[in-house]
């Protein structure tokens, strides 16, 4: 079946700190795995593709095929990076997309 | 990226009633895709709409509940029906970005039903 687990309803850090969110998959294929992120009072947003190996906002992503993850990373963290996260995947470009159940990110002064 | 216009932005309807949810892009795109976000919970598909074909609906959901309509490349609408309070949740739409670069969401539409 197809899934995607975040298993961190909420994480809280504090400011500087490293931050990891983690998402777990189940596909049976090559699947394109997202990032996204909803910042209060705004639209859900993208913020990482696997494919793209970018660093977006200090974040960093990095799919592991052998674990099935694709844990989203922060060396230090902002208050302002405080928002949810969610994770997705697709199957295919232009296919539907999966998410997870999302983690909201408190980041403490 | 592909910009989502999404109207109403939200709305309280009467149980039994049925809202219309519209959704403009500004680029032609394939296919559009339409989600609820429940309160509390993440998203979940609804549909996804070509141009020109029936939409194709997930588990769950059914043309009868949910109908859907694509009369061109840049708009498509989703009707919730006979409204009960279990309804109410966010609608939103997406589309996939022309570079193919990842998806884009409209603001979407916060339904309560009472």
């Known amino acids: 079946a197809q899934r995607v687990t975040q298993p961190e309803k909420l994480l809280s850090v504090f400011k500087g700190a490293p931050v990891e969110l983690k998402c777990n998959y189940s596909?049976?294929?090559?699947?394109?795995l997202f990032w996204y992120v909803q910042y209060s009072r705004q639209r859900l947003q993208l913020l990482l593709r696997?494919?793209s190996r970018e660093s977006i906002k200090g974040f960093t992503a990095d799919l592991n095929k052998g674990e099935t993850s694709f844990h989203l990373k922060k060396p230090f963290a902002q208050e302002e990076d405080s928002a949810m996260y969610y994770c997705?995947?697709?199957?295919?470009?232009?296919?539907?997309?999966?998410f997870g159940q999302g983690t909201e990110l408190s980041v403490k002064p | 990226s592909a910009v989502i216009s999404q109207k109403p932005s939200r709305d309280i309807c009467q149980r039994g009633t049925s809202l219309t949810i519209q959704c403009q892009v500004d680029?032609?795109?394939?296919?559009m895709f339409w989600y609820r976000q429940q309160p509390g919970q993440s998203l979940t598909l609804i549909a996804t709409a070509n141009q020109g074909s029936e939409a194709t609906y997930e588990s769950g959901f059914v043309i009868d509940k949910f109908p859907i309509s694509r009369p061109n490349l840049t708009f498509s609408t989703l009707t919730v029906s006979n409204m009960s309070p279990e309804d109410s949740s966010i609608y939103l739409c997406s589309v996939e970005a022309p570079t193919g670069w990842g998806y884009t969401f409209g603001s979407g539409t916060r339904l309560t039903v009472v």
């Open positions: 596909y049976s294929g090559s699947p394109e």
């Open positions: 997705a995947l697709s199957g295919h470009q232009g296919g539907k997309l999966i």
């Open positions: 696997h494919i």
């Open positions: 680029s032609q795109v394939t296919m």
